[in-house]
């Protein structure tokens, strides 16, 4: 599976949109990309995933760019509850579904 | 409602004596997951069964092994754990695996293990 990179920490105020960048300049065309997150002490979750098309939740929307190599996983409103670790990860179809977690990027969200 | 469930939230065991962590989930799931994250560290999945199928990745020690009685339950059991073995053990289930959608995995709370 492809690697990928995330800046270590972000931050973001609360209200505003919080922008976590990834790149995966690896991907090949069968490999999607997925958004976890981790809360402090919980379990991770999950967000959103795509292939090359733009997607949207009730959580958040990823932005894949036409390349592919890289993508933006966007908070709308950021809440102190959004406070946490975020993972980007590249995962081929098709394939046992294992999740290879790399260092993510630590979100504070501040007042 | 509680999906993915852990018990304990919390365990101490001694040096060398064997302990089990257990699993269960409320969503009749194919697959499921172990992971053992370690201190400021991601995620590290350990191995998943895929129905009775159990799948073990290349790197987990022996030490570790599993066992999933039926669809709701699965346990991890650690022979003889050491100083190295405290971490937060994860449990995870997806509906399957390998499908784009359906392999969306569902974590628990984790068990912290802590050893004395």
């Known amino acids: 599976d492809a690697k990928t990179t995330q800046p270590p920490s972000m931050d973001c105020a609360e209200g505003r949109a919080a922008n976590l960048p990834c790149n995966h300049s690896?991907?090949?065309?069968?490999?999607?990309v997925y958004w976890y997150r981790q809360i402090h002490s919980q379990g991770p979750q999950y967000i959103i995933h795509g292939l090359k098309n733009n997607e949207t939740n009730e959580m958040a929307s990823l932005i894949i760019t036409e390349d592919r190599k890289s993508s933006t996983l966007i908070l709308p409103h950021a809440t102190l509850r959004d406070t946490a670790v975020y993972y980007c990860i590249v995962i081929k179809a098709g394939t046992a579904s294992k999740l290879t977690f790399g260092t993510g990027t630590r979100l504070q969200v501040t007042l | 409602d509680a999906m993915v469930i852990q018990n304990p939230r919390y365990q101490v065991t001694q040096f060398g004596k064997p302990v089990t962590l257990s699993c269960s989930q409320t969503?009749?799931?194919?697959?499921m997951y172990w992971y053992q994250q370690k201190s400021s560290q991601a995620p590290k999945l350990l191995f998943h069964y895929y129905d009775k199928d159990f799948n073990n990745e290349a790197d987990t020690p022996d030490n570790f092994q599993s066992r999933r009685p039926n669809t709701s339950f699965c346990f991890l059991d650690i022979r003889s754990p050491g100083l190295g073995d405290a971490a937060m053990y994860l449990c995870?289930?997806?509906?399957?695996?390998?499908?784009?959608?359906?392999?969306?995995?569902?974590f628990g709370p984790g068990t912290r293990l802590t050893v004395l």
């Open positions: 969503l009749n799931h194919n697959v």
């Open positions: 995870a289930t997806s509906r399957e695996r390998g499908g784009v959608g359906t392999d969306t995995q569902y």
């Open positions: 690896t991907i090949s065309g069968n490999e999607y």
